[in-house]
């Protein structure tokens, strides 16, 4: 498996290295985030997102209270801080986008660790001094531009 490590010190560089890696995931790729609250993984996301579809940034927003933003039927954002376990996101059907030709990206994806499919890319993310961040990637597929 792979596992790559990158530090970003703004906003702006997380946002910058996810549109790189929005460009390069593919249809179906799973990609699951983790790390504590206020780590950057919308940010990262808002970055992803933008790579993958064109969306501006700023109609990127974590999904906390509805589990599900889906942006130009392409990227599937979801949040799962809320979702009380497995069972909850199979009663919603949250898993056929797994496979619905878009890229899943999820927050709190630990909530559903049975679900997730064998070669989803894993980014960890943690604070680095004041606006920096740590980020890890690992899995299965980590696109070339990650390496």
């Known amino acids: 498996m792979g596992r790559n490590r990158r530090v970003t010190l703004s906003a702006e560089e997380t946002l910058a290295w996810g549109v790189e890696l929005g460009k390069n995931f593919h249809p179906n790729q799973v990609v699951c985030f983790f790390g504590e609250l206020g780590a950057g993984k919308t ?56 496979f619905a030709g878009g890229i899943s990206c999820i927050e709190w994806s630990e909530r559903i660790a049975p679900l997730l499919p064998s070669d989803a890319i894993h980014i960890k993310l943690s604070h680095r001094e004041e606006h920096g961040r740590e980020i890890e990637i690992s899995g299965c597929e980590i696109p070339d531009y990650c390496r």
């Open 43 to 98: 940010t990262l996301i808002k970055g992803i997102a933008h790579g993958a579809t064109g969306i501006p940034f700023e109609q990127v927003c974590s999904p906390t209270f509805t589990y599900l933003h889906i942006y130009e039927e392409r990227l599937f954002h979801f949040d799962l801080y809320r979702l009380q376990g497995v069972d909850e996101f199979l009663s919603l059907g949250f898993e056929e986008y797994f």
